[in-house]
Nanobody, 123 residues
Framework: QVQLVESGGGLVQAGGSLRLSCAAS???????MGWFRQAPGKEREYVAA????????YYVDSVKGRFTISRDNTKNTVYLQMNSLKPEDTAVYYC?????????????????WGQGTQVTVSS
């Protein structure tokens, strides 16, 4: 069982940056990690993911070139660096984990979820 706690959300102006963190309670070095977001009235969106080693990543098209996912397995933490933020990035961002060494990150189903952190981008 892994517990995930997100942090780093907040209010930022368009064009600004935020870095989200997701700390895992247990040893998560063998887990694929993902970030999702959900805006009011919209379906949950798979934003980014990283495999257990950090070698492979996935991004949804709308964030490519602006967001970067990374991980520090010594700290059991995954990060989402978000630059050039836009109002349409406003959402609750969730961290997720799955104990797998798969390289097939798109469409991966996750077993563990955090409580989410709010990101609000003002225009």
């Amino acid at each position: 069982q892994v517990q995930l706690v997100e942090s780093g959300g907040g209010l930022v102006q368009a064009g600004g940056s935020l870095r989200l963190s997701c700390a895992a309670s247990g040893r998560s070095s063998s887990y694929a990690m993902g970030w999702f977001r959900q805006a009011p009235g919209k379906e949950r969106e798979y934003v980014a993911a990283i495999n257990w080693s950090g070698r492979d990543t996935y991004y949804v098209d709308s964030v490519k070139g602006r967001f970067t996912i990374s991980r520090d397995n010594t700290k059991n933490t995954v990060y989402l660096q978000m630059n050039s933020l836009k109002p349409e990035d406003t959402a609750v961002y969730y961290c997720a984990a799955r104990n797998t060494q798969t390289l097939r990150l798109p469409g991966l189903r996750y077993d563990y979820w955090g409580q989410g952190t709010q990101v609000t981008v003002s225009s």
